[in-house]
């Protein structure tokens, strides 16, 4: 007995065959060229090589079996208007004063308009409490404050504000000796702050309280102890206010790690329970870490067991269950590690599990990372690039080293030239979110002022122009009631499209109302008064629009190609 295959059925299957054949040629062409189907994985996965990219994928589609962080991307939040350029910076190692202005110089023309800069404990008052007085290298002593008050003198001259990062205890404070053992007695180390903070006061604003508690060795020969640490976060943050009530207390960054011992915590467990022992009321700003580890600033996967750029978002839900939707968080390191030599092993620069990129990649990844962070994370405030530059080559056989963005000798790596090349072309665009009148993006002339009902008790008051540039669908301002600025909308006088009031004396005005995202440069002017603005908040229906835009027309494609096969179908059968 003979077994035939109905020709329909043969026809069919050598189509689908030829189709499928025609997709993966095409599909293998365009990765290969880096064309339309590799940038949308890259822009989902984070992926450039791809086989990478084509795992990334089937990963990016488990996002949609969890359920979905709460971002609380529509919420106002505070301190998170301001520039979002900063740099970590070992200032204090420079012996000679003259290499820490050059320092200073480099960091201002590059664009940095932030230092996240150690105030190292056991450097400062070395001997004993309350001793401030260095006699390691001359017996008669010298100022132990004389370099940090240089430190500060240059970020004012050349404008740059100090994010001071308060850590490394002295050996006469600790219980055990080790470099990072917080101190037996933890009011020695809210003392040491208090002193900062009265010796810079009006100077500098922005004090970090700590560094990774949550892994090892940044809480000594001991397990990490959560419970302990909010209890110093919360005495250093009212003695610090106690010095400056319009002091900003940074929370330390916790280090992003899967481990579970007893000397390394995920910074997620560790979190959780520095909320449960009462660290909300302790912090005005919550840090996080960012490196990329083993993909690019658009990997979109939330993978709770690997490490990504986007992991921060996992720190974000956390906060807004526990009600600090409003405070943002701050990145005090974000970088890629760059193989930048063929002398140094690969396995050097990996050992810590920081993953290896291209010194090319590596610049190229820090811009995409800030732009990133404009266009999807409007809760993040400042990111500080790890780091800006070694004093000297004796670190060199550390796997940290290779994420400098200087030599030792001043010579610029590329990643400090592309940021400089990104930051020279930026036009600052406000993207999805609820942004501050003073946010950075915005300009004007204006003074802020105490102001009844304001999102954060103040607005900006102004009787000149207020000019921005926005890109998403709809754009609203929140202005003084009884109050209608002039509109220019590209240039051109524009009329509001509604109208509303709200309580506490304010009058939100829609701009824009559109159906897929547009750039526009609004101006707004009062020009026989002044008027108070609070906010500015841009919506996105199509946020990150690329992605389903290019899917979609994958769809279409094989949905195209189906219909070819059918009809060739129907010819055949006539």
Sequence with gaps: MTFRLPCRFLFITAAGLIATLIFAALLALDLANRGLA???????????????????????????????????????????????????TFLEQEVEPAKREQQMQMIADAGFNWI??????????????????????DPAGVDSWAKYDQIVDLAEQYGIQIQARLSNPPAWAQTAAGDFAPPANAQDYVDFAAAVAERYRGRIHYFQVWNEPNIYPEWGEQSVDPEAFTELLCRTYYALKAVDPEIVVIAPALSPTLALTGRDLSELIYLERMYQAGAGDCFDVLAAQAYGFFSGPTDQRLRIFQPNFARQQFVRDLMVQHGDAQKPIWISEVAWNPLDSPDVPIELINREGFGVVTPEQAARYLTEAYQRVAEDFPYIGVMNY?????????????????????????????????????????????????????????ESAGDLVEAEGAQFGVALSTHEPIRFMTHGTDVIVRVQSGVIPHIKINGRPAEPISIRSLSGNWTEIVLQKDKLPATNVFQLS????????DSVQINDHLARTRTPIMLGGMAVFMVFIGGVIWALWQRFRG
């Excluded at 009062?526 to 603005?533: A, C, E, Q, S, T």
Aim: net charge negative; no cysteine.
């Design 386 to 442: 790890w780091y800006f530059k070694p004093a000297s080559e004796a670190e060199a056989g550390q796997s940290w080293y290779y994420f400098r963005m200087l030599e030792p000798d001043f010579e610029p790596m590329p990643v400090y030239e592309a940021f400089h090349e990104y930051h020279t072309n930026l036009q600052p665009t406000l993207y999805r979110g609820v942004h501050q009148a003073e946010d950075w993006a915005i």
């Design 38 to 88: 590799w940038d949308m994985l890259y822009d989902l996965t984070g992926e450039e090589a791809p086989f990478s990219q084509a795992r990334g994928f089937v990963e990016w589609l488990g996002n949609t079996t969890r359920q979905p962080l709460n971002l609380a991307l529509d919420v106002p939040v505070n301190h998170a208007e301001v520039s979002p350029f900063g740099v970590n």
């Design 526 to 533: 009062m020009p026989d008064g002044v008027f108070l603005l």
């Design 116 to 137: 996240r800069q150690q105030f190292v404990w056991e450097d400062i008052e070395i001997h004993g409490k309350g001793d401030f007085v260095d006699t390691r290298n």
